[in-house]
Antibody, heavy 122, light 110 residues
Framework: EVQLVESGGGLVQPGGSLRLSCAAS????????MHWVRQAPGKGLVWVSR????????SYADSVKGRFTISRDNNKNTLYLQMKSLRAEDTAVYYC???????????????WGQGTMVPVSS | QSALTQPASVSGSPGQSITISCTGT?????????VSWYQQHPGKAPKLIIY???KRPSGISNRFSGSKSGNTASLTLSGLQTEDEADYYC??????????FGGGTKLTVL
């Protein structure tokens, strides 16, 4: 079964740091681009970051550029999001998302994790 | 990148058809045939229902269809069923390795 399982969420104070992880299983992780997408409570989806298959290319939403770092370990089938200088407005459920463009040529976010909640509050 | 514009809510009766619009700009929706749509039930992760404008993933009902005209993409859902009640989001590639979502539309099946 294709699965993405996020972990690492939890309460953090403004200005603090946190690292999210996403464990992939049931597919060849190393041939897929991966993304992080977040959703503030009661709000819509917002794209956060993307990484290519070998980690050599990344991109970020303006709202997190310079504060968040996406990375991956293909040997461990794991995606990461290092978050620093967290703000109240970063409070959200963070989803790990698979992008099959390099595997099948399809442009889509085809598999989503269940999400991990990150509340930023003092 | 500004969010794509979707109506906040739409409604329909069982068996009817509804259409949700998603308006962007010439920099995103208008430039690429790369709009996807996602269905999200309360407390659940989003689910892909349409990609590349009009393609359906395996297992998605043919009651869902997508189209695009200019800077506006549309999702049509025919033969409404109670289980279709959910939030729907569009998403477009925005160029320069960025993506942008719509604000979401709450579908109510009356």
């Amino acid at each position: 079964e294709v699965q993405l399982v996020e972990s690492g969420g939890g309460l953090v104070q403004p200005g603090g740091s946190l690292r999210l992880s996403c464990a992939a299983s049931g597919f060849t992780f190393s041939i897929y681009w991966m993304h992080w997408v977040r959703q503030a409570p009661g709000k819509g989806l917002v794209w956060v970051s993307r990484i290519n298959t070998d980690g050599s290319s990344t991109s970020y939403a303006d709202s997190v550029k310079g504060r968040f770092t996406i990375s991956r370990d293909n040997n461990k089938n794991t995606l990461y999001l290092q978050m620093k200088s967290l703000r109240a407005e970063d409070t959200a459920v963070y989803y790990c998302v698979r992008d099959p463009r390099t595997a099948t040529g399809d442009d889509a976010f085809d598999v989503w994790g269940q999400g991990t909640m990150v509340p930023v509050s003092s | 990148q500004s969010a794509l514009t979707q109506p906040a809510s739409v409604s329909g009766s069982p068996g009817q058809s509804i259409t949700i619009s998603c308006t962007g700009t010439s920099s995103d929706v208008g430039s690429y045939n790369l709009v996807s749509w996602y269905q999200q039930h309360p407390g659940k992760a989003p689910k892909l229902i349409i990609y590349e404008g009009s393609k359906r993933p395996s297992g998605i009902s043919n009651r869902f269809s997508g189209s695009k005209s200019g800077n506006t993409a549309s999702l049509t859902l025919s033969g409404l069923q109670t289980e279709d009640e959910a939030d729907y989001y569009c998403c477009s590639y925005g160029g320069s390795s960025s993506w942008v979502f719509g604000g979401g539309t709450k579908l109510t099946v009356l």
